[in-house]
């Protein structure tokens, strides 16, 4: 059985997805969907996700799968990522959550304004400097989050590792400085040394 994804590469929603797969040797095929031009608004494709957005898996005998975290989780299940004791599968949980609802909405927001559509902060205004105080608002917890521990749960590499690790060393691409975070830098350092571990932007 063989998965397709429906994908932005510059994504790092997506990227979640495919560092997923890559580490638990999951093949897929890849979909690229410009998000940019609007290719995720077609009829063709709102017939697959009604909420017109990637990553869209496509799961052969089930159908399709939506929102990046819920995909990862289905991925991961039975695997090492994803702990089997309850309380650190729920510390895996709300790692995701907060990703979703404080980081991602302000890390990635900024990296989308001004790596993809090449807004300048003149344009952005107010809403850039918004975005960028509660963006490192959200990289100062998780830096404590860091304290005395090489990954964010169970002492391991897990789901939580890869959801955090999308959208936060691609913080600079978006202007914000990661120099002020040393445990964060040494974590992206581990993080990226996991088994086919693979940059963003890669298939």
């Known amino acids: 059985m063989q998965y397709t994804l429906y994908d932005y590469l510059p994504s790092g929603n997506g990227y979640k997805v495919r560092l997923t797969a890559k580490y638990l040797n999951i093949p897929y095929r890849l979909v690229p969907v410009d998000i940019t031009r609007g290719a995720t608004r077609t009829p063709e494709f709102l017939a697959k996700n009604a909420n017109g957005k990637i990553p869209l898996l496509e799961i052969p005998g089930r159908g399709f799968l939506a929102e990046s975290h819920a995909i990862i989780s289905f991925l991961a299940e039975g695997s090492d990522l ?79 590792d890869i959801a955090l690790y999308a959208y936060t060393h691609v913080a600079p691409e978006g202007g914000m400085s990661l120099e002020a975070y040393p445990k964060i830098r040494a974590w992206m350092t581990r993080v990226a040394a996991q088994p086919r571990h693979a940059p963003i932007g890669t298939a």
């Not at 989308?112 to 608002?137: D, M, N, P, Q, S």
């Not at 404590?144 to 749960?153: N, Q």
């Open 82 to 160: 994803l702990p089997g004791d309850a309380w650190q599968r729920a510390n895996v949980w709300q790692w995701l959550c907060f990703e979703q609802y404080n980081l991602e909405p302000n890390v990635a927001t900024v990296r989308f304004w001004v790596k993809i559509l090449g807004k300048t902060a003149a344009e952005l205004g107010e809403r850039l400097t918004e975005k960028i105080t509660k963006g490192y608002e959200a990289l100062a917890v998780l830096e404590r989050g860091l304290e005395d521990r090489e990954f964010l749960v169970a002492d391991r590499f897990t789901l939580a």
